[in-house]
């Protein structure tokens, strides 16, 4: 072999081994902050959280008989967000509507939520849910 073949084999191999030293030893993982997901209350729980917080409540719903939750005005949290959780793979089987809230001000309320179809006005909900929220500085 000659030198120029010799000097090129150690360079691909000096090359390689960085490489493979590279991949081993730097941490690849997820450089984006870890954010803990929110508590998400059930019926009955009391709920406190702090001024900017915010939080989850679950309640029972099948979408497929066209009701769904709503909530009311609260002086004290502002609705976000509302999504549907599957509760099983059979086709309108009922699961959990997710509502999400944000604490606006410190205060202590009363959270009404209403489980109606929103295409019946007039007609008093099918079912109704209240947490008592309590928000501080």
Known sequence: MTRRRWVALVVLVALGVGLLLTVALVPWG??????????????????????????????????STGYAWSAGDDPDVEFVSSRQVPGGSQPGASGTQELTFRATRPGTSILELAYARSFESGIPPAKTAKFPVTVTG
């Open 30 to 63: 997820d450089d984006a902050p870890a954010t803990s997901a929110p508590v998400v209350y059930q019926q009955g729980d009391t709920i406190e959280v702090t001024d900017g917080d915010t939080f989850v409540i679950g309640l029972p719903a099948n979408p």
